[in-house]
């Protein structure tokens, strides 16, 4: 059961220092119990306490890292349902499977979808390397070939003991996930485990066997695991899925409280378009390691703008970095337009300023993720806030000066006139659909 504020307050060390960035410890400690914030965070919080506190405060849900020191995956550490509560913490990613007969082909492919939208890398984090019998020795050389590709994250997809114990020996330092204990192997599995210190995957063909697996594993000392749901059907998986995770955090069961892993490619295999339908499912509804058989542009532009759209905090809006965007091979000669730092503002934006053609450089700038008029009504977007940006960061960097502005706010053409006495202000569209003729026009 979670803590209270008060239960938390009374193991504090009650000196209001406000060195963990709170007025009082009372502030903190229901900031904590709000899981808010960490524990630690209070850095003269005693050892006694921190041993009390922090399983008691910790998510109902393990928190799990894995992957390469220097791209790091988090995964886990949820508090809630549904991203309207609160919000959602950890995306989940999603893998490819690889195996020792099309190898070399998938591999290469893997890379090819990498891109960014918003600030965030849309790329494939996992490889799973899936064992089917080639021997330890080979199976070995296939993860060394998975692991050197682009340092992804490994699922090493392997149920035999002895090979499992080869491969992950020779990719340790990658902390890849072992995803291979079994009801029969998993006292066997959690040795390997254990002893090179990775993160280990149980499969079981239902909910119960699942769940005492889990158990036993808890029971041996392991709190370093996922959990694989069955690969029977879509509905025996998702169903799995949502029971534990409603059992972990509704009802504060933390025994069950692990990042899932769903094989589509098992559930559904050869037919893609089924795995990328059951990917947006899984998305929406719990699965943390999503597994499939390719990753190309086309599920993948679906796919990762769904993630990024659930797992975002609700409180706060998509938005781009501001700054100067050159378009269509614009230079420091070329026409500025501006507009705001919303997201879908600046994707709508910039979708028509390159269907134009003509080079261009976009100017964003920080409106608090606003869209236009909301910003203008705000306060956000002002012949003062726009001037100050021009000023600080853009006109040392940009010759040409012209600056189209939003049509929208066409009422400070008057103010920024004064305010940019060098500059030509020029008043551009209302509405998107309407850049294309008018950028043409212009040039």
Known sequence: ????????????????????????????????????????????????????????????????????????????GETVLFRHEKTLVNRNRFAVTVTAANADEKLAAIPVVDYERIGERMYVEFINVKYTGEGADAYVELVKKAAACGGRALVLD???????????????????????????????????????????GVKAGDINTIVDTLAALEKAGNKNMFFNCPTTSAKEALAVAVQLRRNALKDGNRSVGYPSIVDLAAIAPGDLHMQAALAAVFTLKYGSIIIMEDMTYAPANALYALRQNIFTDPQKPMKVAPGIYPLNGATADSVCSLTVDFALTYFVVSGELERSGVPCNLLITDAGGMSVLTAWSAGKLSAGTISKFITEEVQDKINNRTLIIPGKVAILKGELDAKLPDWNIVVGTREAVQIVKFMKDFA
Request: glycine share 6%; charged share 20%.
């Open 1 to 76: 059961m979670a803590l209270t504020g008060i239960q938390i307050f009374k193991l504090t060390p009650k000196k209001n220092c406000k060195e963990c960035g709170f007025p009082t410890c009372m502030a903190f400690s229901m900031k904590v119990a709000a899981g808010a914030v960490p524990i630690e965070k209070c850095p003269h919080m005693s050892d006694d306490a921190l041993a009390s506190l922090s399983e008691a405060t910790a998510p109902p849900m393990k928190t799990i890292k894995v992957g390469p020191a220097d791209n790091e995956i988090v995964l886990g």
């Open 158 to 200: 392997v149920e035999d003991v002895d090979v499992a114990k080869a491969a992950v020996e020779a990719v340790k330092d990658q902390r890849p996930v072992l995803n291979g204990a079994t009801p029969d192997n998993y006292a066997a599995m959690n040795d390997v485990a254990k002893a090179a210190n990775v993160t280990l």
